[in-house]
C-alpha cells in the first residue's frame, strides 16, 4: 500500500501488526462476508493512521478483497489514508481525531448490556492518545460502569509526531495509571505472538467485573532493520529501492 | 467592554435585596402561564412508546430536567459525569449499538467543550443522536461560563446538524417526538424549569424545517426563534398600541431553514424585515436569513436584533435582557426608533 504513495505510517504499521494478526486470528468474533453481523466482536481503531495495518489485517481476514490493496490513499479508494467507518467495510469508526475511541466504546460496550449481548468491544489506541483527556473520562467511566466486555489495546510503541512519547507527556507508570483505574491490566512484549495470545484469551477470560487493558510495548518499524533504526520513524519516506530490501527482511523474519 | 475591577460599586444600604443572577430560574414573567420541565416530561412520554430511548447527562440532569427521565427510568439513564467529550462519544457508541440517545448538558459544554466529539463522532457519521441542551444564548445571568451566545454560529456550521430553537413549553413538548422521529443528529435549545406556555393560543404545530407565521400585521415582519419569539409577539402587542401592524414568522428550526416560507413572507407587502434572535449576532438566524434573502433579489428594508458579539456581563437576567435589546419593551423601542 504504502509503495504506491513512496510514504506513510510504516513504521507503526509494522510495530502494530503482530497485535493486528493476533486480534483477527485468535480474539475476535466475527463473519468476513458480515462485517455487520450483530453477534461481532467489535474492532475500534480510534488511531486513524494506523490503518494502512488495519485494511492489511481486514485483507488477511477476508473482509476486503486483496486487489484493492493498491488503491491506498488514493482518489475514490475505499481504503483513505486515516480510517474511515464510512468508507470501509470492517472499519467500525472515523478515526484519526484522537482521544475519541475509548468514549464511543464506552458507548458500545453500555449499548451491548442493554442488549445483553457476549460481544467485546476492543479500542485500539496508541501511546499519544494518552495525552488526550478524554482518554481517561473514558477510562474512569469504564470501570465506574463495570464494563467487563470492554478490552483496550494500548500501543506503546514511544513515537509521537513530534518525537518519543515519554518525552512529550510522560505516560508511565501505564500499568499502576490503569489498575488505580480500576482496570484489569496486563503488559506484554507486542511483538511476540504467544505472549500477545496469551494475554488476549486472559483479557477474555478474567472473570472480574471490570474493564480489561493490554499495554503492547512494540517496536517500530518490527522486522525491518534499517527501519527500527531510524530516529525520526512516526511518518517515513521509504525510497524506491528499498522496498524490496524491507521486504526480503521481514520474509526472512517469517522464515527465521 | 472594559470592566474596573478595582473600582468599588455603589453599594445598596443594609436591608435592601439587590436583583441577583440567581433570580433567574425561569424566563417566565409573573403572571405568565408555564408548565414545569417539559422536556422531561416528552422524553418521559416519548419513551413509553419507544424502548430504545435512553437518557444521558454530564452531571446536570436536575438543571436541564433530565432528572424526570432518570426518576421514570432509573435502567435507561447514564450519568457520564463531569465529561462532556465521554458524554457525546458514549452517546454516538450507544447510537451504534441502535439505542435513540438524548444526551443533555449546558449548551456552553456541548458547544465549546465537546464541538469536536460531536462533529467527528456523531455528525460525520449522521448518527442518531440527539443533543439536548439548556441555557442557550442569554438565559443565566452568570457570565460567559455559561451564557452560550455563540452555540448557534458553532453549529450552524457542520454538516448533516440539524438545529431546533424552540419557542415555549408547548413547542418542546412536540419537538421531543418529531426529533425522535427524525434519522440523524439534532441540536436543540431547552428552555428548562417553569417554561412559559405561549403558542397554545396560535394553534401551532412543530414540524422540522418548517417556518410558522403565528400573526399578520402589514408595517413589520419580526423573523424569530426561540424565546425571541416570544417576544416578538409582546412587542408585536406593544407596537400595535402605536398603530404599528407587526406579523411575527417563528422559525423553530434554524437548520435547515424554511428559506421558501421566509422568502415568501419577507417578499409579501413591502414590510420592514427585522429578524430578532437570542444569539450573538455573529452566525446566527440573522446572518442565515439575510444571505438567503439576499441571495434572492430582497432589496427592502431590513434589522437585526440580537446580542452583541462581545463577552457579556453578569446580573439578574432581567436587567441583561434590558441592558442588551431582547426585552420586549426594548424591542418595541428599537422597531419604534428604526422605522
Known sequence: ?256 | MMRDKYSRPHVAAQGVRLKTSAMIASIAGDDQPTRMAPFGTALVELAKSRPDVVGLSADLAKYTDLHVFAQAHPDRFYQMGMAEQLLMGAAAGLAREGFLPFATTYAVFASRRAYDFICMAIAEENLNVKIACALPGLTTGYGPSHQATEDLAIFRGLPNLTIIDPCDALEIEQAVPAVAEHQGPVYMRLLRGKVPLVLDKYDYRFEIGKAKLLRDGSDVLFISSGLMTMRALEAAAELERSGTRAAVLHVGTIKPLDTETILNEAMRGGRAVVVAENHTVVGGLGEAVARHLVLNGFSGRFHHIGLPDAFLDAGALPTLHDRYGISSQRMAETIRNWL
Open chain 1, 1 to 256: 500500500m504504502a509503495e504506491v504513495q513512496g510514504q506513510g505510517y510504516i513504521a507503526q504499521a509494522l510495530g502494530i501488526a503482530d497485535v493486528l494478526a493476533v486480534s483477527y486470528f485468535d480474539g475476535l468474533n466475527y463473519r468476513a462476508h458480515d462485517p455487520e453481523w450483530e453477534g461481532r466482536d467489535r474492532f475500534l481503531l480510534s488511531i486513524g493512521h494506523y490503518a494502512i495495518a488495519l485494511y492489511a489485517a481486514l485483507i488477511e481476514a477476508g473482509i476486503i478483497p486483496e486487489d484493492e490493496i493498491e488503491t491506498y490513499g488514493s482518489d475514490d479508494s475505499r481504503l483513505p489514508m486515516s480510517g474511515m467507518a464510512s468508507y470501509t467495510p470492517g472499519m467500525e469508526i472515523t478515526g484519526g481525531s484522537l482521544g475519541q475511541g475509548l468514549s464511543i466504546a464506552v458507548g458500545m460496550c453500555l449499548g451491548l448490556k442493554r442488549k445483553q449481548s457476549g460481544s467485546f468491544v476492543y479500542n485500539l489506541l496508541s501511546d499519544g492518545e494518552l495525552d488526550e483527556g478524554s482518554t481517561w473520562e473514558a477510562a474512569m467511566s469504564a470501570a465506574s460502569f463495570g464494563l467487563d466486555n470492554l478490552i483496550a489495546i494500548v500501543d506503546v510503541n514511544n513515537m509521537q509526531a513530534d518525537g518519543p512519547s515519554k518525552g512529550i507527556l510522560n505516560f508511565e507508570p501505564l500499568h499502576e495509571k490503569f489498575a488505580a483505574f480500576g482496570w484489569h491490566v496486563q503488559r506484554v512484549d507486542g511483538n511476540v505472538i504467544a505472549d500477545l495470545v496469551t494475554a488476549f484469551r486472559a483479557a477474555r477470560a478474567c472473570g472480574q467485573r471490570k474493564p480489561r487493558v493490554i499495554i503492547c510495548d512494540t517496536k517500530m518499524g518490527k522486522g525491518v532493520d534499517f527501519l527500527e533504526a531510524r530516529e525520526r520513524n512516526h511518518f517515513l519516506r521509504v525510497e524506491p529501492e528499498e522496498w524490496s530490501r524491507a521486504l526480503e527482511a521481514i520474509n526472512a523474519g517469517r522464515a527465521s
